[in-house]
């Protein structure tokens, strides 16, 4: 969050109501193949921040992935469940790290890897822990769902128009909570 932050600070002019989240990395028109990088709008340190703070993440979230399935006293099936969805998740951060908004249809499907499954593991994760958290997760989890939709059609129609997919805080709106989430389950593991 806080790599977020700090890259939306330095970035010149940027606001929820104008700029996607991944415009952090490289600003780029909406496209099925990779843009030149003279069409791509990148403004530093703000894409440095952006970038490693998700690769990042995307690692940590794998490798947590991985820890959760090998250690976890939950369920043996939510156990596998969760741990797929999360590593899935990060395996999408990573992607979003790397390849930015440039490189076109592989940017957008690992942005949805994380904001699909991001959520899901949450609401999924419900059932290893006990009330209130449990219905905290779920509605972590369906706040960051409901705002895909937007996301989705808004990508689908400016890859049709060739226009740059204007979801500007929908993108925040999935991964916040998302994060949120991935803060109070780490600290239940822990804790366990």
């Known amino acids: ?87 899935l998740a990060g395996v999408g951060a990573v992607v979003v790290g790397l390849l930015t908004e440039q490189m076109g249809m592989i940017h957008y499907v690992g942005a949805m890897l994380v904001f699909v499954l991001g959520p899901l593991a949450a609401v999924v994760s419900s059932r290893s822990v006990k009330p209130p958290l449990r219905y905290l997760f779920i509605i972590l989890g369906l706040i960051s769902l409901a705002f895909v939709p937007i996301v989705i059609v808004d990508i689908m129609n400016a890859l049709s128009t060739y226009t740059i997919a204007q979801t500007a805080g929908a993108e925040n709106m999935i991964v916040y909570p998302f994060l949120l989430w991935m803060l109070a389950f780490g600290t239940c593991l822990m804790k366990d």
């Open 1 to 87: 969050m806080l790599g977020f932050v700090a890259a939306e600070a330095l970035y010149p002019g940027y606001t929820l109501s104008s700029n996607k989240l991944s415009d952090l990395g490289a600003m780029a028109p909406v496209s099925i193949a990779p843009v030149p990088a003279s069409d791509a709008l990148v403004h530093q340190p703000s894409s440095l921040i952006f970038n490693s703070t998700v690769f990042l993440a995307g690692v940590f979230i794998v490798t947590a992935s991985l820890l959760f399935r090998r250690d976890s006293q939950a369920h043996i099936v939510l156990r596998n469940w969760v741990s797929k969805i999360v590593f």
